[in-house]
């Protein structure tokens, strides 16, 4: 499966963005796949955001992003969002789209096998 992330941007803080991913090569519900958003900040390592079990009935978020992002699906359109509100300059990172076989929650990246190129997130204050 092939993933294209899009939708990032430079915004000011306090402002929003919704991150799109979509995947091609096989449908995600079929596969069953749980989707994920990664971030990665300059000189930091890649970190969990959030993520959607393939039914939609599990999701997780990372401390930072609980309560400001919201993940979704839409199996039909074999697409993935990532809401962002009330961003915060730290937020500033390039974000991943990633699909996993695990069928669970996986925090870790090493569960997910398919990995799509980054979209650029920029927070100004």
């Known amino acids: 499966v092939q993933l294209q992330a899009s939708g990032g941007g430079t915004v000011q803080a306090g402002n929003s963005l919704r991150l799109s991913c979509v995947a091609s090569?096989?449908?995600?519900?079929?596969?069953?796949?749980?989707m994920a958003w990664f971030r990665q900040a300059p000189g930091k390592e890649r970190e969990f955001v959030a993520s959607?079990?393939?039914?939609?009935?599990?999701?997780f978020y990372s401390d930072s992003a609980e309560g400001r992002f919201t993940i979704s699906r839409d199996n039909a359109k074999n697409t993935v969002y990532l809401h962002m509100n009330s961003l915060k300059p730290e937020d500033t990172a390039v974000y991943y789209c990633?699909?996993?076989?695990?069928?669970?929650?996986?925090?870790?990246?090493?569960?997910?096998?398919?990995w799509g190129l980054g979209t650029q997130v920029t927070v100004s204050s």
């Open positions: 959607v079990t393939w039914s939609g009935s599990s999701i």
């Open positions: 090569g096989r449908s995600l519900e079929s596969a069953s796949y749980t």
């Open positions: 990633a699909a996993s076989d695990a069928r669970r929650y996986a925090p870790s990246e090493v569960e997910y096998a398919y």
